[in-house]
């Protein structure tokens, strides 16, 4: 089983910028889809963003295209979250996970293996 480390994240006021890195361990991730996750208090986890294994198919929430952009670098087992113009509304817990797919997925059930997350907070 895939181990997914977290780093990125913090306080940042509104309209900062801050990026997102997922890292794997333990076996590779450059064949799987993977995705970002985030959940704030008192509300579902939601999906974010996903890539596929080649980064060639994206999937964007409609609330933030055009501002997080999802990338990924197979040779380092890492996948990357730049989230720019960051909204109050968009504190939350995030979470990357590899998919069982290396196409992406809407399902949450698809994703197998997650981070630990990691908490994004913007403060008006």
């Known amino acids: 089983q895939v181990q997914l480390v977290q780093s990125g994240g913090g306080l940042v006021q509104a309209g900062d910028s801050l990026r997102l890195s997922c890292a794997a361990s333990g076996g590779s991730i450059s064949r799987s889809a993977v995705a970002w996750f985030r959940q704030a208090p008192g509300k579902e986890r939601d999906l974010v963003v996903a890539i596929s294994w080649n980064g060639r198919k994206t999937y964007y929430a409609d609330s933030v295209k055009g501002r997080f952009t999802i990338s990924r670098d197979n040779a380092k087992n890492t996948v990357y979250l730049q989230m720019d113009n960051l909204k109050p509304e968009e504190t939350a817990a995030y979470y990357c996970?590899?998919?069982?797919?290396?196409?992406?997925?809407?399902?949450?059930?698809?994703?197998?293996?997650w981070g630990q997350g990691t908490q994004v907070t913007v403060s008006s």
């Open positions: 996970a590899k998919s069982k797919w290396d196409w992406p997925t809407e399902q949450e059930t698809d994703y197998v293996d």
